[in-house]
């Protein structure tokens, strides 16, 4: 191969390579960019810190596209500015999940209803400093019952989602979602 056409694939290939890092930077930036983020545009369908059923999955154009029309989903959007979270839900007869959210939309942990014990999947949503400051008041002797998860971001959201592939299955996992629980918690007082 001569030098100059050595060169020729030289440079192509560096202009190549800096392409490619150009254009997964520019995908990987986007979603911080975007003004109508998750969370965002959950705030049509339901209030902060509220269990909220979201609309039934439709076919053609909808708001919250990608849903699965056979499972009944609930929302519960959070803000840890006031305090940790505590989200719980019963398990029962169809299949439970719950999947932790940041605002921008990507998942940090998700569990499903396996995960229950004795029929409770209790999680509570904290800070950095609020974790240090529930571990500075918990027991010795006792362990902790509920699963404390810290978020990456102050807000963020929680789905729900419950399986009803039969339409006689839709009003038990409907009911089932209705009796979530997604509330604010002050942090115990220190030394208690």
Do not use: W
Request: with cysteine.
């Amino acid at each position: 191969m001569s030098p100059r056409l050595r060169r020729y694939a030289y440079f192509g290939l560096l202009g190549l390579v800096l392409a490619v890092m150009v254009h997964l930077a520019s995908m990987l930036a986007l979603p911080s960019f975007a003004s109508q983020n998750a969370d965002a545009r959950l705030a049509a369908f339901a209030d902060r810190h509220v269990v909220t059923l979201l609309p039934a999955a439709v076919p053609g154009p909808s708001p919250l596209p990608f849903r699965d029309p056979a499972t009944v989903m609930a929302v519960c959007r959070y803000d840890l500015a006031a305090g940790p979270i505590r989200v719980q839900a019963t398990a029962g007869e169809v299949f439970l999940s719950m999947a932790f959210h940041r605002s921008m939309g990507g998942v940090f942990y998700a569990l499903t209803d396996r995960s229950a014990v004795r029929g409770l999947m209790d999680v509570v949503i904290v800070t950095q400093p609020q974790l240090e400051a529930l571990q500075a008041n918990d027991p010795e002797d006792e362990p902790v019952r509920e699963l404390r998860l810290v978020s990456p971001d102050r807000t963020g959201f929680v789905t729900f989602r419950a399986l009803a592939p039969e339409p006689g299955v839709a009003a038990d996992a409907e009911a089932l979602l209705k009796a979530a629980v997604c509330r604010p918690e002050p942090l115990p007082a220190k030394g208690k």
